[in-house]
């Protein structure tokens, strides 16, 4: 920097000296007042990162900071029903040490444990299904499987109708269980038909089943499940006219082997009815029963001689182990997302739920994996929510595996009857775990779950491997925990490498 004269004109030596002396000065005075600007500011940098010294006795007054004179506050004493209210996640309620221990309660910061059929007891859930919704890769199998072996325990057997990508034979067969592999070269064959274990005791009035209302009750079975295939082949719902011809079929075909018909020889009875023309069931002769029961017929034919030939096309062959800890079906030979996998899933669903029958097994868990195959088609998913009723009778719990809420909207458009019964399954059961959603889900998913904003927040961010458990009226972040042995036998990420 320079300063120089304004004074202009021819000037003495001496002038010139006292300009560049008095010039030399002024840019002295003009260097010191800049190197102390710039200590000044050090000085206030630091001390904004080292922060104000308290003295040693303390401030007193509003800026109180630490002082020798106690400080008093005003408190509020509150119940802790109101206090989770107010502080949601906060304040949660602990559950207890009652049940299988999942992990650890995120906000509570201790262990969560879980028993369905416990908080059944207590009233704090109207029925022990349960729901577990999260895409891939977000712990949702994991969790399953872990909550299976655990519940060994206790003395509870796990039994998965069908297992769509053999991802349970490890599990299942590490704990003495029994797999069944359908298709490829294994020729294993269920009949779904089958009738079952037979109850001993009518667990609604206490009463011993006797031999009519045994047969009713397989009857019902399988007309239910037939109905549903038929309905679900032809893509509309059966006619009265229909199903009274499916009936006469299915009681000709029964008298025919004894009381366990098999599916060809009702699809046989369809085509060529061997029942007496007077004990048709409205229909003016055998002809007019022919014509009836002709489309019902032409769907049969697609379970014994379409994709699924050899799978439900005679007697079992492979038989239902009761005392076995684990039971699966391995479907890994079929294509996923496809009529075939929902019309198998069906009937192997409905082939375990007739074993299962009884009280006399004990608490089981049912897990329904890929649970969004059946999504597609109403019919089938009706059949299956109606065997959800029967879990207080059989001490059941039923597991559905979704990945997202959005699978709903392969059943209808929202406010028709076929997305009503879909959301209906949901509403049947009383716990409901959710994993990791994508952003485009979450507003699906608080609207049919009915997430509080507290509990949507939270799904927004959860890690891999926690999930926003909602227990009837409660909701919990769990982080579930697993030991080395099951971290072995439960990841599911093996052929994409760890992670």
């Not at 106690?70 to 309620?93: C, G």
């Not at 650890?104 to 207590?122: H, I, L, S, T």
């Not at 295939?229 to 059966?238: A, E, G, P, Q, V």
């Not at 994993?435 to 890690?463: C, F, H, I, M, P």
Request: charged share 25%; glycine share 10%.
């Amino acid at each position: 920097m320079r300063v120089g004269t304004l004074v202009v004109g021819r000037r003495t030596r001496r002038q010139r000296r006292a300009a560049n002396k008095a010039e030399r000065r002024l840019l002295h005075k003009i260097s010191e007042e800049q190197r102390e600007n710039k200590r000044q500011q050090k000085e206030m940098e630091d001390a904004l990162w080292e922060g104000e010294t308290l003295p040693a006795e303390g401030e007193s007054g509003d800026r109180m900071g630490r002082s020798v004179i106690p400080a008093y506050v005003s408190t509020t004493r509150i119940t802790s029903n109101k206090a989770r209210v107010q502080y949601p996640f906060l304040a949660p309620a602990g559950r207890g040490g009652e049940g299988v221990l999942i992990g650890n309660d995120k906000f509570a910061r201790g262990p969560f444990c879980f028993d369905p059929f416990v908080d059944y007891r207590k009233g704090l859930l109207s029925n022990t299904n349960m729901a577990v919704i999260g895409t891939i890769g977000t712990g949702k199998s994991s969790l399953m499987k872990c909550m299976a072996l655990r519940d060994l325990v206790f003395g509870r057997r796990t039994f998965v109708p069908g297992d769509p990508k053999g991802e349970w034979d490890g599990v299942v067969q590490a704990v003495g269980g029994a797999v069944i592999t359908l298709g490829g070269a294994s020729g294993a064959r269920l009949n779904p038909l089958d009738a079952g274990r037979r109850p001993s005791r009518d667990r609604e009035e206490g009463r011993p089943v006797n031999d009519e209302q045994w047969r009713i009750m397989v009857d019902n079975q399988r007309l239910d499940l037939l109905e549903a295939l038929i309905s679900t082949l032809m893509k509309k719902d059966l006619l009265q006219a229909e199903k009274a011809a499916l009936r006469v079929a299915l009681e000709a075909a029964s008298a025919r082997h004894g009381g366990s018909p098999i599916i060809p020889t009702v699809t046989e009875e369809v085509f060529n009815p061997s029942t007496p023309v007077e004990t048709l069931e409205g229909f003016r002769d055998r002809e007019d029963l022919m014509n009836v029961g002709r489309e019902v017929g032409f769907a049969l034919q697609e379970l014994t001689r379409g994709k699924l030939r050899g799978l439900f096309d005679g007697p079992s062959t492979v038989g239902f182990d009761p005392s076995a800890p684990m039971m699966s079906i391995n479907l890994k030979n079929f294509t996923q997302g496809s009529q075939a996998m929902s019309l198998i899933m069906a009937c192997t669903g409905s082939w375990f739920e007739a074993s299962l029958r009884g009280d006399d097994l004990g608490q089981r868990n049912v897990v329904y994996e890929e649970a969004h195959e059946l999504m597609a088609f109403p019919q089938l998913l009706e059949r299956m929510r109606s065997s959800f009723k029967l879990v207080r009778a059989w001490g059941l719990r039923n597991i559905i595996a979704l990945h997202r809420i959005s699978d709903l909207d392969a059943v209808g458009s929202l406010g028709s009857k076929q997305r009503a019964v879909a959301e209906g399954l949901l509403s049947d059961t009383s716990t409901r775990v959710v994993y990791r959603q994508e952003s485009d889900q979450l507003e699906n998913t608080q609207r049919v779950l009915g997430l509080s904003d507290s509990s949507l927040e939270a799904v927004k961010n959860l890690a891999i491997g926690s999930g926003l458990w909602q227990v009837g009226k409660l909701a919990y972040l769990v982080a579930h925990r697993r030991t080395e042995w099951e971290k072995v036998m439960t990841d599911t990420d093996e052929r994409l490498g760890k992670r």
